[in-house]
């Protein structure tokens, strides 16, 4: 048996727009609304670089990625052609008043490894410690 979390109504999240939905663990999971008023829930991340999707342009039933431009699926998370990769789905449900909701074992476990990149000398300097770390029979940090 399915238990959805109710998170707004349809007119709180911007038409061909998204809004964020935070969870104890993991990334954020952003809510599109298509200028048909479907909703489709993905991972707020890029399957290219992290880029968080919830500041895309949503146009038909695709979001572009705001760093890099890949168009992303809303239905099915997937980059469309040429750009490969995916980005993890979340189960929406609206009802007939308007309200929608997750999937709460969703919410709670799906998707929890993905990590937005960091970037600059911060990246720099953790792959430089895990390399040193690793060299001196220290775990490695990308197990």
Same mark, same amino acid.
């Given at each position: 048996?399915?238990?959805?979390?109710?998170?707004?109504?349809? @007119?709180?999240?911007?038409?061909?727009?998204?809004?964020?939905?935070?969870?104890?663990?993991?990334?954020?999971?952003?809510?599109?609304?298509?200028?048909? /008023?479907?909703? #489709?829930?993905?991972? /707020?991340?890029?399957? #290219?670089?992290?880029?968080?999707?919830?500041?895309?342009?949503?146009?038909?039933?695709?979001?572009?990625?705001?760093l890099?431009?890949?168009?992303?699926?809303?239905?099915?998370?997937?980059a469309?052609a040429?750009?490969?990769?995916?980005?993890?789905?979340?189960?929406?449900?609206? /009802?007939?008043?308007?309200?929608?909701?997750? /999937?709460?074992?969703?919410?709670?476990?799906?998707?929890?490894?993905?990590?937005? @990149?960091?970037?600059?000398?911060?990246?720099?300097?953790?792959?430089?410690?895990?390399?040193?770390?690793?060299?001196?029979?220290?775990?490695?940090?990308?197990?």
């Amino acid at each position: 048996m399915t238990h959805w979390t109710y998170i707004c109504r349809i @007119e709180d999240i911007p038409r061909q727009g998204a809004r964020r939905v935070a969870r104890p663990l993991g990334l954020e999971v952003a809510l599109f609304r298509t200028a048909e /008023d479907r909703i #489709y829930a993905l991972l /707020d991340w890029s399957p #290219y670089r992290g880029g968080p999707l919830s500041q895309g342009l949503v146009f038909g039933a695709a979001v572009a990625c705001p760093l890099h431009g890949w168009t992303i699926g809303l239905a099915d998370g997937q980059a469309q052609a040429p750009d490969e990769g995916s980005t993890p789905c979340f189960r929406v449900r609206t /009802d007939e008043d308007g309200a929608v909701h997750l /999937d709460a074992q969703e919410l709670a476990h799906h998707a929890l490894e993905p990590r937005r @990149e960091r970037a600059g000398p911060a990246l720099r300097a953790t792959a430089a410690a895990a390399l040193t770390a690793a060299g001196a029979g220290a775990p490695s940090l990308s197990a």
